[in-house]
């Protein structure tokens, strides 16, 4: 139990700790996106797994880390616009039309390697490249702080620029307006002349923005392969860390970096004598937990 505190409190647990935050922040502000204009996205999953794919394969085969993160980013959206189709224009539930999403990509990401590599499992074949690491000027050398912050993925201060763009999209922008007057009374917005599904629309493809880049950070950032269902439940995470953070730029940062904190600190317990079983589903149980908790909370408020 001393060795575990030991490596809880030491820098490198702080670097661990906002790096598999990044994974769960991004595409948190995608759902928070499609939340505030009234149409669900929890097929953040699916577009997770069919980024990462996508930019494992072009960057293998184009020799182009810009190609594979602008592909990647064009799958994601493709598939928030597919959400939007099937569910604004086919008039198909929303949730029903994200979880088909979310099984589709599960088999056809899979499926695609076996053709283009033979690979059953993982792109071992391929030689990927990854979004290079960066060590920030002058905050590197500071002791402990610069361990932390600095040295991280590109993606990873992507994110935090993330976070900013999101403020500015929803609060200062006209589109931003729109997305809102949509999420809080659709049938009022449209009698000022806006339209509705097109508005959804957009929301849903910058959802898929954002959760492509959660998805190519983690076959392109965080490892540097791409494996079966290997986005294991985050955008699931993120939904929750969205839910929590109320849909708010802070609030959003502060829940996704709770449950980074909860998966860092579930990597670091495997150093102890816990089965793996109960290791593994601490991050998803403190998801349960943590949205028990928010909705009792708010059932409290309402009262």
Known sequence: MNQFFGNILTPQFGYSVIRVTTPLLLPALGVAISELSGAANIALEGIMLIAAFTGVVVSAYTGSLWLAFIAGIAAGVLVGALLGFFHLRLKADIILSAIALNMFASGITIFLLFLLTGDKGSSNSLQSLIFPEFKIPLLHAIPVIGEIFSGHNLLTYLSVVAIFFYW????????????????????AAES????????RLYALMLSGMFGALGGMYLSMGYVSWFSRDMTAGRGFIAIAASTLGNLTPLGIFLSSLLFGFVNAVSIYISSLNIPSEIIQSIPYV????????????????TL
């Open 192 to 199: 000022v002349g806006i339209n509705v599904n097109k508005i």
């Open 286 to 301: 403190m998801t349960v937990l943590a949205l028990t908790f928010f909705s009792m909370r708010k059932k409290r408020d």
């Open 168 to 187: 500015i999209l929803v609060k200062k922008t006209p589109l931003g307006l729109r997305i809102r007057a949509v999420g809080q009374n659709p049938h």
